[in-house]
């Protein structure tokens, strides 16, 4: 299992799936419409690192974070 | 207390990334800050410091942050402003900052000037694009998400396919 995380605005509890890699648990969040709508606006990050590209393994235990528009200061 | 042994780099490291609940005591971070550069013999000290405006009716701002990939971001400026012979530190609210108040300090130290005015505006431009630090507005008690004024972390909408 895979545990993805919700940052900031997003609001939502982390939930746990069953994933192989990124693409296929895209197509998993895109199952949910509260968490959909953020997916173009989010960077992602697996196990804290900020990662650019979808050819990325999942193993049983990574966490991905979704992250949303940022404002600091 | 701060302190060159090497054993303990990496604490000192972390202190370079300060974080605080509720507003920032300016004052005493300003005068801790000054005073660590002066015994390091920088010559230059330039600070920024973000404080709330009153507007929008608001009371305060409000901040989430997630402190792992922050300081991963911070570290690579650090590494970063040290190829330049400079030093960063900072310092960062979560939670409410009354109006009036500030919840945002940065500074850079250099041995000379020209080095610490650039590098402070491109760390706080790229802090305000890149940091992952969340803002909302608090109005009647109620934290709304300032997403207007947010902007996206690059690389974002990866997985919008």
């Given at each position: 299992?895979?545990?993805?995380?919700?940052?900031?605005?997003?609001?939502?509890?982390?939930?746990?799936?069953?994933?192989?890699?990124?693409?296929e648990?895209?197509?998993?969040?895109?199952?949910?419409?509260?968490i959909?709508?953020?997916?173009?606006?989010?960077?992602?990050?697996?196990?804290?690192?900020l990662?650019?590209?979808?050819?990325?393994?999942?193993?049983?235990?990574?966490k991905?974070?979704l992250?949303?528009p940022v404002?600091?200061? | 207390?701060?302190?060159?042994s090497?054993?303990?780099h990496?604490?000192?490291?972390a202190?370079m990334?300060?974080?605080?609940?509720g507003?920032?005591?300016v004052?005493?971070?300003?005068?801790?800050?000054?005073?660590?550069?002066?015994?390091?013999?920088?010559?230059?000290f330039?600070?920024?410091?973000?404080?709330?405006?009153?507007?929008?009716?608001?009371?305060?701002?409000?901040f989430?942050l997630?402190?792992?990939?922050l300081?991963?971001?911070?570290?690579?400026?650090?590494?970063?402003?040290?190829?330049?012979?400079a030093?960063?530190?900072?310092?960062?609210?979560?939670?409410?900052?009354?109006v009036?108040?500030?919840?945002?300090?940065?500074?850079?130290?250099?041995?000379?000037?020209?080095?610490?005015?650039?590098?402070?505006?491109?760390?706080?431009?790229?802090f305000?694009?890149?940091?992952?630090?969340?803002?909302?507005?608090?109005k009647?008690?109620?934290?709304?998400?300032?997403?207007?004024?947010?902007?996206?972390?690059?690389?974002?909408?990866?997985?919008?396919?």
């Open positions: 299992m895979v545990k993805v995380e919700f940052l900031g605005p997003i609001g939502k509890e982390p939930i746990q799936v069953e994933a192989k890699d990124l693409k648990l895209a197509k998993i969040l895109k199952q949910d419409s509260e959909a709508k953020w997916l173009s606006e989010c960077a992602v990050a697996v196990n804290d690192k990662v650019k590209t979808l050819d990325i393994k999942l193993q049983d235990g990574d991905v974070s992250l949303p404002c600091g200061g | 207390m701060e302190t060159k090497p054993c303990c990496l604490y000192v490291e202190k990334l300060e974080i605080y609940p507003e920032l005591d004052d005493a971070i300003f005068a801790k800050w000054r005073k660590w550069g002066a015994d390091k013999n920088y010559g230059a330039i600070t920024f410091v973000g404080t709330v405006r009153k507007e929008g009716g608001i009371e305060a701002l409000s989430d997630y402190e792992p990939i300081r991963q971001w911070f570290d690579e400026w650090q590494d970063r402003a040290k190829e330049r012979g030093y960063l530190r900072m310092a960062h609210s979560v939670g409410n900052v009354p009036h108040t500030s919840s945002f300090m940065a500074a850079v130290f250099s041995p000379k000037r020209r080095v610490a005015l650039e590098l402070i505006e491109e760390f706080v431009e790229d305000k694009a890149n940091a992952p630090i969340w803002k909302y507005d608090v009647n008690g109620e934290r709304i998400y300032a997403k207007d004024r947010s902007q996206k972390i690059k690389g974002s909408g990866l997985l919008d396919i």
